[in-house]
Each structure stands twice: as structure tokens, then as C-alpha cells.
């Protein structure tokens, strides 16, 4: 498993579709393990009275884990499919890998994976795409406008605070054991 790891809008999604595209290495979507909105225990932005979909306990890291294993152990797996502007899975989808086969895993979450994923023996490496916040800032914002995520000013208000948070969020990432690169540095 390659884990792509990073802040939100960081180029995690639009990497690992060309890995794929120049490899066909499967792509497991690490971020379709959140949990629904209305799921007991979600964790609060109280400043935007939403839910913090940036806490990694808004993310079932035990199915994601499971799912994933079970990718690399027999070929094939159902994830949830998940919906943002929903705040819910609405389907599943089927992965599979041949045994020749990279798989990347990719999502916000990724690097809470890493110690896991390496201890079951299966880790290939762990990095944290990431770039400078106002880019990272201005993707995540042109994404989740376009895909109409969430009411454009919580959009605004919830990006300018991951933007602030950045640094920590890729230090908090590299401590878990992803090396902190640029999405160019990865792929080559």
C-alpha cells in the first residue's frame, strides 16, 4: 500500500488518479470511511456549528483498515460510498487489486493508517502531499464550491482555518510516519 496522506485540496485525489492512469494501480478512497453526520459521537466545530469533518473521529479508521487489508490479502473489497454534500454514504463500490498490484490509498486520514498498515506488513510507503496553504486553500475552496460540499461561507470560514492550521496539520501527518513531499516529488 502507498498512503497519500495531506491536508484537504492538497492534490491527494488528482495524484493518485494518475497513478492510476499511468499504472493501473487501484485506488482506495480512504475519506469514503467517514462517518454519517448524525453517527453518535461526531466531533463539533462549535464556531461553525457543524460537524468537524477535519477530526480524525469523524473517519472509521477500523473499517477503513479492515477494508483495505482485505484488498491486499484477496483481491477485492466493498467500500462505502460516500457522499459530502450528504454527510453520508449513500452506496458502495468494489476494489480490486491483483497481487502484482501498488495499491494507493489515499485521504485526509491516511497517515492515522501508516503504524497499522506497517505492523500488518503491507505498507509500501507513506507520504504527505502537501503544498503552500494559500494553494492548498485556493484548490479546496474551487473543489468544494464546484461540488457544492457545503453553503459557500462555511466553505470560506471552515478553509481559512484549515489554512492557518496547515503546518500543523502536515507536521501532526509526518509524525505518523508519512514523509511530507510535494504531489511532483511523489509520483516521480
Same mark, same amino acid.
Given at each position: 500500500?502507498? %498512503? ?22 487501484? %485506488? ?33 479508521a477500523e ?40 495499491? %494507493? ?19 509500501h510507503s ?16 474551487a473543489r ?45
Open positions: 500500500v502507498v %498512503v497519500l496522506a495531506g491536508p484537504s485540496g492538497a492534490g491527494k485525489s488528482r495524484l493518485a488518479d494518475r497513478l492510476h492512469d499511468a499504472h493501473g494501480w487501484p %485506488v482506495f478512497r480512504l475519506d469514503d470511511f467517514y462517518r454519517d453526520a448524525d453517527a453518535p459521537g461526531m466531533p463539533q466545530r462549535a464556531d461553525l456549528g457543524i460537524v468537524d469533518w477535519d477530526h480524525p473521529a469523524s473517519w472509521d473499517a477503513a483498515v479492515a477494508s483495505l487489508c482485505e484488498l491486499v490479502d484477496t483481491g477485492r473489497t466493498t467500500t462505502p460510498l460516500y457522499d459530502i454534500a450528504a454527510s453520508r454514504a449513500v452506496g458502495e463500490r468494489e476494489v480490486r487489486a491483483s497481487s502484482s498490484d501498488l495499491v %494507493v490509498a489515499e485521504g485526509i486520514f491516511a497517515a492515522e493508517a501508516v503504524e497499522e498498515l506497517r505492523g500488518c506488513g503491507v505498507l507513506a507520504w504527505c502531499v502537501h503544498h503552500r496553504p494559500a494553494v492548498t486553500f485556493a484548490r479546496r475552496l468544494d464550491l464546484r461540488e457544492r460540499r457545503k453553503a459557500p461561507h462555511v466553505l470560506v470560514r471552515r478553509g481559512l482555518s484549515l489554512m492557518r492550521e496547515e503546518p500543523r496539520i502536515v507536521g501532526r501527518q509526518a509524525a505518523l510516519g508519512a514523509t511530507p513531499a510535494r504531489a511532483r516529488h511523489v509520483e516521480r
